[in-house]
């Protein structure tokens, strides 16, 4: 007979390993005692997180830090905890997103923009690399449970659709679940969510809203970790989609500020200013900055513009409203459900600061500019009764985006100023803040709340993380701050950039170079060595009110260079200020597609270009005229088409971006047992002609079924947040049909093809 160690030993020379050194006999009669695999866990005293980013939030935005939006969650957890007034983002969304995650500066994370406008260098590809892995991970892999709900603004734009790969989503990155959507925003009431990396069916519920959606789901899964495994602590992480555009939010939360905007943005500003010193969040000696040229004196537009902006307020303060109220109720749950563990809260307002991308009228739908549908897209007197529903992808006023930054100047992505990049912050540790109430004046920066998280936990960065050796972090350990107010400076230097617009921090001073605005979607023609850089003492300075440059030329190039130094040091360079161009999707060489029912939000960047060319859906399957429901459809309220039959009548509907729609509907019914169906699309501009409109026909069986015209399509973009869908509609509806319309009969495929 052959013993027992001998199979141990040849198991181990062909798996290349050494011979285990335990006491294994042939049963367990002559066995030693076994030693199950102990999990990881952390030590007793490491502290359940609540990790909460909002989007698109201005300074003096909630009443907290001196806004007009009352914000009772966040007053009551800032009682308890600190307000953090010189804390700071990288000025937009993927970016921040991807410095909180990483503890890296963002280019190197991968992230200098957006996603979406990635190109292939070291800082700008869209891709968080391996050597940068997230403090989530680490917690992970040391025994924490971990979630995130809400904005995943960091899976790249190629590795988003629902083929994967799947490492660079939330579940991939040191998440157990995920709960939330991929993209820089989402329809607050037809959003396109992702349960870990399954689409999400469309609710069902008239009263649906995304901001409850995500605290419920919140909450449940805190319920669950406390329930099945109470020693067990957990990492959760709310990103919500609020307070980004499109701005939705119940009526009974907009009718709340009926009137309240009415005296407009310049008064707005002055008393945030006069709240925000009584409040302490700002110095006594702060001053109120001016408002820029672009943006006009309230008392100089006519009553309808008033009209129509104060109305815009009205519904972003609804939003905002609802926002804190939803995320109260998940810190309520975390505080009551902590048992025997600290909870530590880290509250950050905002990603950036509020956004000016809705242009000086506001608009339906955010994207218009890019398609050249500005102007058309301006809000009217005749939208303000469905402001803030489910018919728009609706933006407000860049008049407003500046005021709520107050006092600061500017706003999301002029990251060259501080109303773009610096965000209030809430903490609250109960058991280990002494001083309840503060207010923490300290320089910090969002790459510092991953080592400030770890070292609460009782953690570090590794030096490898699954076999890759780690970039070292960029962020700096703020826990010190946390614990005492007098703890000096920790963050030193600091860099900003986007899209060349930029900025330095060193030691109190700060250098800013602003190349353009927020709503300038085409830019390539500007010169970024041709821009004035300013020079500001925030020690002394508060607001950045006072322009030192002509005064102190020699500090204004010591920090220039040392932007320069800070720029090749971090995988900044190339500079690149192109927007619309680096954004707008490039035609695909692929110009056919065979697509399956179940097929789901296949990202527009990747998927199929239907763009300024002529086209045909044609589904295979077996029809009848009883059949009714999608066929295929891409985008949704924000623009989109959708091929469907309604009670056997094709229907061929277009969207362009709520500002028209056009609907072509077939001449009569299919007949039975038809095995093919299509809508041919005949574009009738030239070649060079982008955005002309075509000529829809349908066919059965190879036989008209009806013909008509489409006026216009998009040009540029059909949606970025919602992508194609077969055989039922997972976003929001491109049109009035029964949402979400899943088809009756047999459908077996859709196919596209493009000329």
Partial sequence: MVCATAFVAIGAILSGAAPAQTDVGLTFKDSGPSHPPVAPHPSSDAPNIVLIMLDDVGYGQFGTFGGAVPSPAMDALAKEGLRFTRFHTTGICSPTRAALLTGRNHHNAGFGINGEMATGYDGYTGVIPSSTATFAKVLQESGYATAWFGKNHNTPVSEAGPAGPFNHWPTGMGFDHFYGFNGWGADQWSPVLYNDTTPVPPSTDPDYILNTDLADKAIAWMHKVQSTAPGKPYLLYLATGATHAPHHAPPEWIAKFK?????????????????????????????????????????????????????????????????????????????????????????????????????????????????????????????????????????????????VDAPFRYYKQVVSHLGAIRNPMIVSWPSHIKDPGAVRSQFLHVIDIAPTI??????????????????????????????????????????????????????????????????????????????????????????????????????????????????????????????????????????????????????????????????????????????????????????????????????????????????????????????????????????????????????????????????????????????????????????????????????????????
Wanted: aromatic residues 10%.
């Fill in 259 to 403: 009137g309240k905007f009415d005296d407009g943005w310049d008064a707005y500003r002055e008393k945030a200013f006069a709240r925000q010193k009584q409040l302490g969040v700002i110095p006594q000696t702060a001053k109120l900055t001016p408002r820029p040229d672009a943006i006009p004196a309230w008392d100089t537009l006519s009553a309808e513009k008033k009209r129509i902006y104060a109305r815009e307020m009205e519904v972003f303060a609804g939003f905002s409203a609802h926002t804190d109220y939803e995320v109260g109720r998940v810190i309520k749950a975390a505080q009551e459900q902590s048992g025997s563990r600290d909870t530590l809260v880290i509250y950050i307002l905002g990603d950036n600061g509020a956004s000016a991308e809705g242009g000086l009228d506001g608009t339906i739908n955010e994207l218009a500019p890019g398609n050249f549908l500005a102007a058309e897209a301006a809000v009217t007197t005749e939208n303000l009764p469905k402001l803030g529903g489910p018919d728009y992808d609706n933006h407000m006023s860049y008049g407003w985006a500046w005021a």
């Fill in 454 to 755: 770890l070292d609460a936990a009782g953690m570090k960065m590794p030096e490898s993380v699954d076999g890759v050796p780690q970039k070292p972090l960029d962020g700096v350990d703020a826990l010190p701050v946390v614990l005492d107010g007098k703890t000096p400076e920790v963050r030193k230097i600091q860099y900003f950039e986007m899209m060349a617009n930029r900025g330095i921090f060193a030691n109190g001073w700060f250098a800013s170079a602003k190349i353009s605005d927020p709503w300038i979607p085409y830019r390539a023609n500007l010169d970024p060595f041709a821009v004035k850089w300013e020079l500001y003492n925030l020690d002394k300075d508060f607001t950045q009110a006072d322009d030192l440059a002509d005064v102190m030329p020699g500090k204004l190039q010591q920090m220039k260079d040392l932007w320069w130094a800070q720029a090749g040091r971090n995988n900044v360079l190339p500079i690149d200020w192109r927007v619309g161009t680096r954004m707008n999707p490039k035609p695909k060489d692929r110009n056919h597609y065979v697509l399956y029912p179940g097929t789901i939000n296949y990202p527009e960047l990747i998927g199929p270009d239907v763009r300024n060319r002529t086209w045909t859906a044609t589904a295979k399957g077996t029809f009848n005229a009883s059949d009714k429901g999608m066929i295929v459809t891409q985008g949704g309220v924000s623009g989109g088409w959708a091929f469907y039959l309604r009670d056997g009548v094709p229907v061929f509907d277009y969207n362009l971006m709520g500002i028209h729609r056009y609907r072509v509907t077939g001449s009569h019914a299919i007949p039975d047992n038809a095995k093919s169906l299509e809508m041919r699309f005949a574009y009738s501009g030239k070649a060079s002609e982008q955005g002309a409109g075509g000529v829809v026909s349908f066919y059965a069986d190879g036989k008209p079924v009806g013909k008509g015209t489409i006026e216009r399509t998009l040009p540029n973009f059909i949606s970025l947040t919602e992508g194609l869908d077969v055989g039922a509609d997972y976003g929001s509806p491109v049109a009035d049909y029964p949402f979400p319309a899943p088809f009756s009969g047999d459908l077996q495929s859709v196919t596209l093809d493009m000329r």
